[in-house]
């Protein structure tokens, strides 16, 4: 067995220069670990703390408008409900004032009617002698085919004595195609069938019932005037039947 023999150098300040080296590096990697870590820390630090601001500033801009917002809304719920009331007036206003019109239109319309009827009395000038026909007019009862008339009779200019006579009312419609007269016994409600008698120094007023018969047409109404004595004069007037149905004949 052959021995050999190594020779090495003797230093024993070496490995406590490698573990102080070491050491030494080591910490000066954690210094600066540190150093970065906390240039990092820092730095993140006031970025969030700026960004956290930002937010505040952006929370305080949004409360702002929101305040704003709200007290906008309110006025204009405010607005809304002074529109609606003011609507509402507005509307209870016209209402009264549209009843009003239509009851002193009424009221004229009734005046107007009074005027013509004394006027055709008392106004020689605007009248024709005699007994005239004032007013004719129907009003379709409950049951079908029968109407209810009303006839006003005024004696014009002569008031110093009493006429009479008697008066022949005439259906005139369609019946079949064919025009065709119904006298006052054929139409004549409830056996009312005897001529209508007329007595007047002023005026006077007619009123009953007529019956048209099922399957005729009404067209017109004929009024025929028959005063007593041989030289009166007879006066015949006609009056549409739509147009004294609806209440505008006279």
Not at 122 to 132: D, I, L, N, T
Not at 158 to 178: C, F, N, T
């Amino acid at each position: 067995m052959e021995h050999r023999i190594v020779i090495t150098r003797h230093r024993p300040w070496l490995k406590p220069a490698l573990i102080g080296g070491g050491s030494f590096v080591l910490a000066l990697a954690a210094w600066g670990l540190y150093v970065y870590t906390r240039a990092s820390t820092v730095s993140d630090f006031e970025r969030a703390q700026l960004e956290v601001e930002r937010l505040r500033e952006e929370r305080r801009e949004l409360t702002r408008q929101l305040r704003a917002a709200r007290d906008e809304i309110k006025r204009l719920q405010e607005q809304v409900v002074y529109v609606q009331r003011s609507q509402d007036i507005d509307a209870q206003a016209c209402s009264v004032v549209r009843e009003s019109l239509a009851q002193l239109q009424a009221e004229a319309s009734d005046l107007r009617e009074q005027l013509a009827f004394y006027r055709g009395i008392v106004a020689p000038e605007q009248s024709r002698v005699g007994v005239r026909v004032h007013e004719f007019k129907l009003v379709a009862a409950a049951e079908p085919g029968r109407f209810r008339y009303g006839l006003v009779l005024i004696q014009a200019v002569r008031h110093d004595k009493r006429v009479g006579g008697r008066i022949d009312l005439q259906l005139v419609g369609e019946r079949s195609g064919a025009e065709e007269r119904l006298p006052w016994a054929a139409i004549a409600a409830d056996g009312a069938a005897e001529n209508l008698l007329f007595s007047l120094k002023y005026f006077e007023e007619f009123s009953g019932e007529i019956v048209v018969p099922q399957g005729f047409k009404p067209m017109r109404v004929v009024v025929t005037l028959i005063p007593e004595g041989d030289d009166a004069t007879r006066i015949e007037e006609s009056f549409d039947w739509d147009r004294i149905l609806s209440g505008a004949g006279a």
